[in-house]
């Protein structure tokens, strides 16, 4: 059975085609622009702070519901075939990578932000966003969002960049222009300047993680933690 580079060695799995990379960003991305426009709905009757955080919810649903067409159902995938194996290196090694990566991130972020004039405004950058604050307004709203935020989103996403995306592109070129070209891809759909700077080396470091454990769950850990630390800074700016 071919595998792909990023699990050679380990348990095979099925090397992504350039079909599965369409799909997967196709339909998971699409899916979460469609779920969370579908919750215009309630709009309605909301008020807007709240439309937020429901508009979340339905990004979040629509994306795994985009995911199950595109890889489970299409493709017959299971836990396995996505990514979700015994990671080859011990788990206690992301007790200082994810740490550490966070860390570098935000040095590499400021240093290039101040360089090329990106850096955030103090003023602005703890204000809350509808979302954030949508999820305050209501108890069951911050758990659900909270697990939305915190654990879906980066499985979603970990699953399409990095087992989808720089596992086609591991088997195309090599593995230095995978992992950029993978972490561009990712930081380009978070839109605002300083946020793709964070993202992007964010996105370096979860490549890495993926190639060196080889499974997704170490890149997930990376990105859940950033995510709930995030969620929680935001969060007490309300309080």
């Known amino acids: 059975m071919t595998t792909t580079p990023a699990t050679a060695g380990a348990t095979a799995l099925p090397v992504p085609t350039g079909f599965d990379v369409v799909w997967a960003l196709g339909a998971g991305l699409g899916g979460m622009l469609l779920g969370a ?6 709009a309605l009757l909301l008020d807007g702070a709240r439309y937020g955080a429901l508009a979340l919810v339905g990004a979040v649903a629509g994306g795994v519901l985009g995911l199950w067409l595109a890889l489970v159902r299409r493709r017959g995938w299971g836990w396995r075939e ?3 194996v015994t990671p080859r290196r011990s788990a206690w090694h992301l007790l200082w990578e994810v740490p550490a990566a966070l860390v570098v991130g935000l040095v590499c972020t400021a240093t290039l932000g101040t360089l090329l004039g990106l850096a955030p405004d103090p003023a602005s950058s703890t204000e809350p966003d ?12 911050l758990v659900v969002g ?9 499985a979603v996403e970990e699953v399409i960049f990095r087992r989808v995306l720089l ?3 591991l088997t ?4 230095v ?3 950029l070209v993978a972490s561009a891809v990712f930081a380009a759909v978070h839109l605002l300047p300083v946020a793709v700077l964070y993202v992007f080396f964010l996105a370096v470091s979860a490549n890495l993680l993926y190639l060196w454990h080889r499974s997704l769950w170490a890149p997930l850990a990376l990105h859940a933690t950033n995510n709930a630390l995030a969620t929680l800074i935001t969060l007490a700016a309300l309080t």
């Open 37 to 42: 426009l579908a919750a215009a709905v309630p």
């Open 82 to 84: 996505l990514g979700f």
């Open 130 to 141: 509808v979302i954030t604050q949508g999820l305050a307004s209501s108890p069951w709203l």
């Open 146 to 154: 909270g697990i939305c935020v915190a654990l879906v989103i980066p």
């Open 167 to 169: 596992g086609w592109l």
């Open 172 to 175: 195309k070129v090599p593995v």
């Open 177 to 179: 222009v995978a992992v």
